[in-house]
């Protein structure tokens, strides 16, 4: 049974993932707690110690960043077992996405995601795996292109090997995972490792074109 | 790079000063946006020119002076602006690592000062000026981050303390106080050439009270200024806002809902409905994508969309790079609204996943669903819309168009379509 705390400033839309969750999860997903904004958040966590958050975005208080922030640093927070954060969003906008991706959220999902869908993606997020909608794909293609003849200084860090990206241009077409191994001829496992990497590239690769992509993008 | 914006417009380009992470000013990434040419040389020039007597300084201190602050009004999408006004989403994160370029500025300042002095002999005017540039460079700075804070200010009122203190943190404290130290001290060092104490205290206290009297005689002036600025502004943001609410919510959301009472028992149409309402509210509020034919990423938007509302069935599109869109790339868009076309009316599945990769030598699109499937080899002759409008499509225009289809899983199209010579360098 997985325990999850929904966060959003959205009563009703909180209402309806819950349903939603209730409906489709029954077994394997329970919601142990809401909140509606960044302190709410951090104390439900502490106090019903999730396995995974459901996190929007745009959050009164300074964003879902906030709360990652904060229950990171929450006093007596037991650092062996920290939730995992799943980004839920309506805002398709870049550089929160990406954003919270670096933040530390394990994923990113649109609010339109069916309920098995959602399932399988915190179950995937529990598991400690990341979950990429063709969205966020797109996006870390995007920050990632064309800057692989670029000598930098972490070069590992700063770039996607040619296999990350292949398995990131099949989730943007669509793919789902079962299909994006059958593509390449690999295990599931092996498409999982391949998104955790990317994923931790995107999380640590202190590429200064990466920070400030998302704000640049608007202008080109 | 950035020659899009300038092409999309009438308006000349004006250099602005970039406030993003700004080492000094901002002017010198600014004129480089501005220039197109790295940031690397600019700083550098800046620097030789400050070295050959002091033509570096005076010519940057204009330039901060007169260029505008970057994106003064550069306006995200209104959802964004809301949220941001909100403080609902992240913002800035100061790291240590900022402070960074200010501890080497000033070892090189003081460098510079050192080898002035080796070269001009102990200018007795050296160290004063030196010190009070630094001093004025800090408050101008502190004006910027200020003026920055009142951006984000919706209040639209002009508060005298946020003005000069901006978001009042402990480092507009730290550079105000740090600024008007080192005026002071300059004052003083520059009052102490002759060597008497009392002289220097005297000649201090002089310059003080001359800034104060100043202050007294202007001090009216610039408030009733401030209070006619911020009615005048306030009323502005007011009207803008009112205009744009009614003009988006009139022309959008009553338009629909007026159409879903007209047809409350036709549950599809209903949904098609729906769904293209929350596409375009989505697009109005929060990413602000265009659906026009400007570039190639914006006319797939826009063919998917007009699908989209042929059909009722969503198609999501994913873009990566983009470049402007012209007659040579008009084959691919077009063989794209086929594969959608069909993949909505024969897949008889809820959703089409699109996904386009421009680069710098080709286009490569992606039209995916997850539906019945077809045997591609079986195909009749009569079924124009796949061998006529998508394959031949792009072989006619030097591209390919390959279709991969499983009948019970679905089908793919790809489409690759080699760029036009003489669009290239526009893509990023």
Known sequence: MIGVVIVDDHAMFRRGVRAELEAAGAGVVKVLAEAADVDEAVQAVAEHRPDVVLLDVHLPGGGGVEVMRKVASYPGAPTSRLPQFLALSVSDAAEDVIGTIRGGARGYVTKTISGPELISAIRRVADGDAVFSPRLAGFVLDAFAGTIEVAAIDEDLDRLTEREREVMRLIARGYAYKEVAKELFISIKTVETHMSSVLRKLQLSSRHELARWASDRRLL | ?428
């Open chain 2, 1 to 428: 790079m950035t020659t899009a914006p300038a092409r999309a417009g009438h308006e000349p380009r004006r250099a602005t000063r970039d406030l993003h992470e700004p080492i000094i000013g901002g002017v010198a990434s600014g004129l480089a946006r501005h220039l197109a040419l790295p940031v690397l040389w600019i700083r550098v020039a800046f620097v030789v020119a400050a070295a050959l007597g002091g033509l570096g300084i005076a010519f940057y201190a204009g330039l901060w002076l007169l260029l505008p602050a970057g994106e003064q009004f550069e306006t995200a999408a209104p959802g964004l602006e809301s949220a941001s006004r909100g403080g609902r989403r992240p913002g800035r994160i100061r790291r240590l690592t900022d402070v960074g370029p200010i501890v080497v500025l000033a070892a090189l300042g003081i460098g510079v000062v050192f080898t002035l002095e080796a070269i001009v002999g102990r200018g007795a005017l050296l160290w004063p000026i030196a010190i009070g540039l630094v001093g004025i460079a800090l408050l101008w700075r502190q004006a910027d981050e200020a003026q920055r804070e009142r951006w984000l200010d919706t209040t639209g009122r002009i508060d005298p303390a946020r003005v000069i203190l901006g978001d009042r943190g402990w480092a507009s404290y730290a550079r105000l106080a740090a600024g008007l130290g080192l005026i002071g001290l300059a004052v003083l060092v520059f009052a102490l050439r002759s060597g008497s104490v009392s002289v220097a205290l005297d000649v201090t206290f002089a310059a003080f009270a001359g800034v104060i009297g100043i202050g007294f005689v202007v001090g009216p002036w610039i408030f009733r200024l401030a209070s006619e600025l911020t009615d005048e502004r306030a009323e502005r943001v007011r009207t803008q806002e009112r205009a744009d609410v009614a003009a988006h919510l009139h022309d959008s959301v009553l338009q629909t809902l007026a159409l879903i009472q007209k047809n409350p028992g036709d549950a599809a149409t209903v949904a098609r409905l729906a769904r293209a309402q929350e596409r375009d509210l989505r697009a109005w509020l929060y990413v602000g994508e265009s659906t026009d034919e400007r570039t190639v990423a914006s006319a797939l938007r826009g063919v998917s969309a007009e699908v989209e509302d042929a059909h009722g069935i969503p198609v999501d599109v994913v873009t990566v790079g983009d470049c402007d869109f012209g007659e040579g790339l008009r084959p691919v868009v077009a063989a794209t609204r086929e594969a959608v076309t069909n993949a909505a009316k024969h897949a008889g599945v809820p959703r089409v996943d699109v996904y386009a990769e421009i680069t710098a030598g080709a286009v490569d699109v992606f039209v995916r669903d997850r539906g019945r499937g077809f045997d591609p080899a079986v195909t009749p002759e009569d079924r124009y819309g796949v061998r006529h409008s998508i394959i031949d499509r792009m072989q006619r225009h030097g591209g390919v168009g390959e279709i991969r289809s499983t009948v019970g899983e679905g089908t793919e199209v790809h489409l690759h379509l080699p760029r036009p010579a003489d669009q290239e360098g526009n893509g990023e």
